[in-house]
């Protein structure tokens, strides 16, 4: 008695839905990207979205990207300190270079990172704003040390070092600055390990690509 729906409107909905799917297929075109660590996945994706004008990174993954560096500052310089001793003391005349002279300056700033490493690494939110700027200051003045420098030119093939890392050195008292904001350039060199798959839409004037 026309209660029900007759097979044909039924079949006509579904090739209705399967022709607009196949439609929005057609127009789309998908790109998987695979690469090792470190390979540069996440620089296309930010350089990607900087091309169609949005943010190439979300408020909170800004944040997580500030304290990630601030953490790699911290590490990478205990880090230089310990191979500077490590490349001395396995060979005195070919490292001399490498020989940090603990005077006084010197020591109070090496003892100022040790002290704060711990806040830094656990991301304390009770870290004052002075305390943070020492740490700038301390850290800059580190990364100044020919010896640093000197160690830092001799880790190819020694000791791993994340790239660019040395742009973020040269401005690490504005980075340690509690007010201190990401660049895009900073945004970009950056990095900061991702796992997983993640996904972007693009979409150009006459198709949109996945």
Not at 86 to 114: G, L, P, R, V, W
Not at 119 to 141: C, F, N, P, V
């Amino acid at each position: 008695m026309g209660c029900c729906v007759s097979n044909d409107a039924t079949g006509g909905e579904i090739n209705t839905k399967l022709q607009q799917e196949q439609l929005r297929d057609n127009s789309e075109r998908k790109l998987l990207l695979l690469g090792a660590g470190a390979s540069g996945k996440s620089t296309i994706f930010k350089n990607v979205k900087k091309t169609q004008g949005d943010p190439m990174l979300e408020p909170r993954a800004i944040q997580d990207t500030k304290r990630t560096l601030r953490e790699n500052l911290v590490e990478f310089m205990m880090k230089l300190l310990s191979k500077s001793q490590y490349f001395y003391e396995s060979n005195k005349e070919k490292y001399a270079d490498c020989f940090i002279a603990e005077n006084e300056e010197t020591f109070s700033h090496i003892q100022m990172i040790a002290k704060q490493r711990e806040k830094i690494i656990r991301h304390d939110e009770d870290m004052t704003d002075s305390e943070m700027a020492q740490m700038g200051k301390s850290l800059a003045y580190l990364w100044k040390l020919p010896q640093v420098k000197a160690t830092f030119a001799k880790r190819c093939g020694q000791f791993s070092f994340p790239d660019n890392l040395e742009f973020f050195f040269d401005k690490v008292s504005d980075i340690m600055n509690t007010d201190y904001s990401l660049t895009e350039e900073d945004i970009l060199k950056a990095r900061v390990r991702t796992t997983g798959m993640f996904g972007i839409f693009l979409r150009g004037k006459k198709r949109k690509c996945f």
